[in-house]
């Protein structure tokens, strides 16, 4: 499924937080926006799932402009898409094998051994075994992610939607869900987009990087292409250096 | 600092539009919520779970309140009627004003603070967690899916908790009456339902009814559109408990008035 994104702009009040976003997500690669906090990454996401509308622009999938459509259109579009978010988002008052068979129980009629099965094999695919019966609260924060991603899989979307997958995980572990991130997409061929600060993580996973600063997309390309950049702001960003064009605003 | 009396104004026309907003979006949540009603698919587990959850979870601290509020009432209205020798009009004016006024009302503010706060705590750490987002994002309409079983179970459960106070609190002021004031037990009952008409109880149960919508509509919204983390929710929650208690207050005189 490709995504194309064209003229975006939303603002908040006085605070224009995505000024003309361009961009075209590839179908089939994993696609990673980077940017300081508070750049409009997450408030792009939000665009893409329909969670906002745009002050001006289109969001186009496979030729349908996504940000005009009924709530009842949108929902039959949302059913390809899989989000894992950045808090996992995992209902609590479920377990976890309920919250990875919730969108099946929603979306299929499947009958209930049917929907264990696929459980246990998308919760097998995330490298967690055993843990149906357990509830959000006693997991780790990587056993969340994790979780999160197995229900996002259920019903085996064509658009992966990661939204800072590896913030607040120990190095380790955010390898491991790195790796999730590739296996998944090479196994079912998804469309990811990947929201992150993780600049290694990034030049790991990513077939195609924009960078988004003061609304802007300031570059878009492959992971050599910003290796071999000059522009300030992105070897700012991909140095980790505090001084240069960039400012933290407080 | 100088004082401008245009500031005065100003935080008048905030106050005021803030409140019309808050006010527009509670009854537009309540007509979502009943329009979604109609729409598939019916999800009967949800609606099963918060009638348990507001109804008979309810029960007990509704089933105390009216036990003592007939007891202290029959208490209270016997020095009155003693002094002029009327005391075989307690049981018929206790009913009266539990069936008409005390028994929706107290209900209404007892399930309030144990319910409305809930839902409101609950659907807000949903929308600070991203659960709500997660619903949207799988094609859920979360109103659907969180506000419609909330609303609906809450306007069924509230009248027949209301029974159970009435029921509860014509028990206690009976026992009062009899076991320890000493009247006549047959002449009692008879003269309570002689003196209490059905309609009083329907009207009763019509305002509960309306009450229970006020509970969940009013914990709802609040807890969908929290902010700012755990203290937004402790907000909300607050806040829930507050506006419903005087809007059950509120709404209590405007449906006596015209319903009576």
């Known amino acids: ?250 | 600092m100088a004082f401008e009396p245009l500031k005065i104004f100003e935080y008048i026309g905030e106050r005021f539009t803030a409140f019309l907003e808050e006010l527009g979006g509670i009854c537009t949540t309540f007509v979502q919520s009943v329009v979604l009603l109609f729409m598939p698919p019916l999800r009967l587990d949800l609606f099963l779970k918060q009638m348990e959850f507001i109804g008979v979870e309810s029960s007990f601290i509704v089933l105390l309140t009216g036990a003592f509020t007939g007891m202290v009432f029959a208490l209270q209205t016997s020095y009155a009627f003693r002094l002029f020798g009327a005391q075989n009009l307690i049981g018929p004016s206790v009913a009266l004003s539990l069936a008409r006024e005390l028994g929706p009302v107290l209900s209404g503010l007892m399930v309030t603070g144990r319910v409305g706060s809930a839902m409101a705590a609950e659907l807000g750490t949903m929308k600070v967690t991203e659960q709500i987002d997660a619903l949207s994002t799988m094609g859920i309409n979360p109103v659907q899916y969180l506000v419609t079983p909330r609303v609906v179970s809450s306007i069924l459960m509230l009248p027949m908790l209301t029974v159970l106070f009435d029921f509860i609190g014509i028990v206690g002021s009976y026992f009062m009456a009899v076991y320890l004031l000493g009247l006549n037990g047959e002449r009692f009952v008879n003269d309570t339902i002689y003196m209490v008409d059905l309609k009083d109880v329907y009207i009763g149960l019509l305002k509960a009814a309306v009450f229970g919508a006020l509970i969940a509509v009013v914990g709802c919204y609040k807890g969908y559109y929290a902010e700012k983390g755990a203290e937004g929710v402790g907000k909300a929650a607050t806040q829930a408990v507050v506006i419903t208690s005087v809007s059950i207050l509120i709404a209590d005189y405007f449906l006596t008035a015209m319903l009576f």
């Open chain 1, 1 to 250: 499924m490709q995504i194309d994104i064209r003229g975006l702009r939303k603002s908040f009040g006085d605070h224009v937080v995505l000024d003309g976003i361009d961009m075209t997500i590839e179908d089939g690669k994993t696609t990673v926006i980077l940017g300081q906090t508070g750049c409009g990454k997450s408030v792009l996401i939000k665009h893409i799932i329909g969670l906002l509308k745009p002050d001006a622009g289109q969001i186009v999938v496979n030729g349908i402009d996504i940000t005009r459509l009924r709530r009842s259109e949108l929902t039959e579009i949302l059913k390809n898409f899989g989000v894992l978010f950045q808090s996992a988002a995992l209902f609590d008052s479920m377990t976890v094998g309920e919250n990875v068979a919730f969108p099946l129980i929603e979306h299929t009629d499947l009958p209930h051994a049917k929907i264990v099965g696929i459980v246990e094999e998308k919760l097998a695919i995330v490298g967690l075994k055993g843990v149906e019966s357990l509830y959000p609260s006693e997991l780790s924060g990587g056993m969340k992610k994790r979780v999160g991603l197995a229900r996002a899989i259920a019903l085996e979307p064509k658009v992966l939607i990661f939204d800072e997958p590896t913030t607040g995980l120990d190095p380790v572990m955010s390898d491991t869900i790195d790796n999730l991130i590739i296996d998944t997409q090479k196994r079912l061929g998804v469309t990811s987009i990947v929201i992150s600060h993780d600049i290694p993580g990034t030049f790991k996973i990513a077939h195609w990087i924009a960078m988004l600063y003061k609304g802007k997309v300031v570059l878009y390309g492959n992971p050599d292409d910003f290796k071999n950049t000059k522009d300030p702001i992105v070897r700012q960003f991909l140095e980790r250096k505090a001084e240069g064009p960039l400012q933290v605003e407080v």
